[in-house]
């Protein structure tokens, strides 16, 4: 496998640094993302475009510097334009884009350890780049790049410029909400040493009703209180500990780019990512009835059914932004969701933001009058497994193996295996760059879950 083979993922580029993503990599992707960025068809229609631009940002990784400068070395040379906005979250760099206009760059490895480094990419007003809308051309040119094939360079080099838009980000998250909603409210926030450490008091300090602490604000790449990805609970320890001893109302838990946020009620007890969606789902059927809302197929059943329920039309997606966002242009959704704590907003640029859920989560507990552990209760109908991974020589065949035990019932195929058996379900799905496959069950009881997961891991393994 060549490097690009081994970085370039579904959604994105991720790798360890040096040995995988370094500046000589990180400057044949940047020709790449130009060649994408000049071919754009949209830009092809309009013979009157001005001068192709992109806007670059990163994470707080130390290797972020140099790999971003390699990158706009690559992007200059070909004839794009750079506005470089800095440190930045990722949703920050989607609404950039969205702003702005253009195609856009984030560096950054979001949840990984310090080691390693990427790029999330998108087209102009953020649209998605993923395997199938742009990042195979991307990995194409660039491999002509370290081949030693680089395409002919423009006869005039782009221009870069500096532009912090985070005064103009903070601004557009807080349209999403009434701050007068927002009552008297105690908030904590564990950013995890990422981006939201920039982001997220700069949002919340705008906010009269709410006093809040933040956790682990230095933006510091080598993660040195716990790694950055709050989909693990061990990493939610400290602030459901510090939920509970500082009796706050309300935990955030960011990832590294602070895209994703995972919500702890004032028990100290966190919510799935489904609950929510399912939450956030019944707060925009309120305001905008009989509209479409997303949610991957990994997400609790009770999500269609409580959008179901509030009169709205459930959309069931593959996992991944890149599949998320482009359904959501074709359906004209309003809001989607993710079982692992992304959420996307339609007047975001159908981009998830970690923020904007948190302030809407915030305006729904203001709004009901209730702590969030009675406001969470009649939207957990069910008990679900986590996402359960297992290393296997060949994914396919057992996926294979298992849909034949599973004949009898309900199947489809879009995303994996999923299998609907009576009154539970589980999907199962290969791991787009390791030999693994990922379970995620669920049934109505916490019993009856447990037993059907020891039945499946034992169909994986045998």
């Not at 140099?66 to 750079?82: E, K, N, Q, S, Y």
């Not at 856009?104 to 990984?112: D, E, L, V």
């Not at 981009?351 to 302030?359: C, K, P, Q, T, V």
């Amino acid at each position: 496998m060549s490097v690009l083979d081994q970085i370039v993922k579904a959604y994105d580029i991720r790798g360890t640094v040096h040995d995988e993503l370094n500046a000589d990599v990180a400057y044949a992707l940047g020709v790449g993302f130009a060649s994408l960025i000049l071919d754009d068809p949209d830009r092809a229609a309009s013979p009157g475009a001005s001068a192709p631009r992109a806007v670059i940002a990163r994470d707080m990784r130390p290797s972020g510097p140099i790999l971003v400068d390699a990158f706009t070395r690559g992007l200059l040379a070909h004839g794009v334009d750079v506005v470089d906005i800095g440190l930045a979250s990722t949703d920050l760099m989607y609404f950039a884009s969205g702003q702005l206009d253009v195609p856009g760059a984030m560096f950054t490895a979001s949840h990984n350890p310090a080691g390693y480094n990427g790029v999330k990419l998108c087209r102009s007003a953020a649209r998605p780049v993923g395997a199938d809308s742009g990042l195979a051309q991307v990995k194409s040119v660039a491999e002509r790049v370290l081949d030693g094939d680089e395409p002919d360079r423009a006869p005039e080099a782009g221009s870069r410029n500096e532009d912090s838009m985070l005064d103009a980000f903070v601004e557009h998250v807080l349209t999403f909400v009434d701050p007068a909603e927002i009552g008297p409210l105690r908030v904590v926030a564990d950013t995890a040493n990422g981006m939201g450490g920039l982001v997220v008091p700069a949002v919340l300090e705008r906010l009269d009703g709410v006093e809040f602490e933040i956790m682990y604000p230095e933006l510091d790449g080598t993660f040195p209180n716990h790694p950055a990805d709050p989909l693990q609970p061990a990493n939610q320890r400290d602030l459901r500990a510090r939920v509970v001893s500082g009796g706050f109302d309300l935990g955030l838990a960011f990832d590294g780019d602070a895209d994703r946020v995972f919500v702890v009620d004032e028990k100290g007890v966190g919510l799935s990512g489904s609950t929510t969606t399912a939450i956030l789902a019944a707060a925009t059927l309120r305001k905008e009835p009989g509209a479409t809302i997303l949610h991957n197929l990994i997400c609790s059943h009770a999500v269609p059914e409580v959008v179901t329920e509030h009169g709205g039309t459930p959309v069931r997606t593959r996992v991944g932004h890149s599949y998320i966002k482009q359904v959501m242009a074709e359906t004209g959704a309003v809001f989607g969701g993710e079982h692992s704590a992304h959420y996307y907003f339609a007047r975001n640029y159908n981009a998830d933001s970690g923020l904007i859920a948190s302030l809407l989560v915030m305006a729904e507990i203001g709004r009901s009058g209730t702590p969030l552990s009675e406001l969470r209760t009649p939207f957990e109908r069910y008990c679900d497994s986590g996402e359960i991974n297992t290393q296997v020589d060949d994914p396919e065949a057992v996926i294979a193996r298992i849909r034949q035990r599973f004949d009898g019932c309900d199947t489809d195929d879009l995303d994996g295996l999923t299998v609907r058996c009576d009154d539970w379900w589980f999907n199962l799905r290969a791991s787009n760059t390791e030999p693994l496959l990922r379970l995620n069950l669920e049934a109505p009881t916490r019993d009856e879950c447990d037993e059907h997961v020891a039945e499946l891991l034992s169909m994986i393994t045998t």
